[in-house]
């Protein structure tokens, strides 16, 4: 069994700052492209940000310039520093993760998709 939870989630300021992390667990033999998503109320689940197993990172235009995601590949950990926060990024956000549980997964390239449960990020003064 794999298991994604996030931490350090909470309310923050405008213009604030804000790290959370991702840490999976279970029954893992890589990690491929792990990221977050966020939901704000009443909207669809979007892309935030992710990176790969070689280090490549991507980020919606929204978030450039402010967030940046890191990886621990050791720790099974993903992280993301959220800088100059505005309140349109107030949202549920949720680790990703593509791994695969074993080398006959990995050699057919074989990933399966992971979801954290979520934690709350309210921006507001």
């Known amino acids: 069994q794999v298991q994604l939870v996030e931490s350090g989630g909470g309310l923050v300021q405008p213009g604030g700052s804000l790290r959370l992390s991702c840490v999976a667990s279970?029954?893992?033999?890589?990690?491929?492209?792990i990221g977050w998503y966020r939901q704000a109320p009443g909207k669809e689940r979007e892309l935030v940000a992710v990176?790969?197993?070689?280090?490549?990172?991507n980020y919606a235009d929204f978030v450039k310039g402010r967030f940046t995601i890191s990886r621990d590949n050791a720790k099974n950990t993903v992280y993301m520093q959220m800088n100059s926060m505005k309140p349109e990024d107030t949202a549920v956000y949720y680790c990703?993760?593509?791994?695969?549980?074993?080398?006959?997964?990995?050699?057919?390239?074989?990933?399966?998709?992971?979801w954290g449960q979520g934690t709350q990020v309210p921006v507001s003064s």
């Open positions: 990703n993760a593509d791994l695969f549980r074993n080398f006959q997964e990995w050699r057919r390239h074989m990933a399966e998709r992971y």
């Open positions: 279970g029954t893992i033999f890589k990690i491929d492209d």
């Open positions: 990176i790969t197993s070689g280090g490549n990172r």
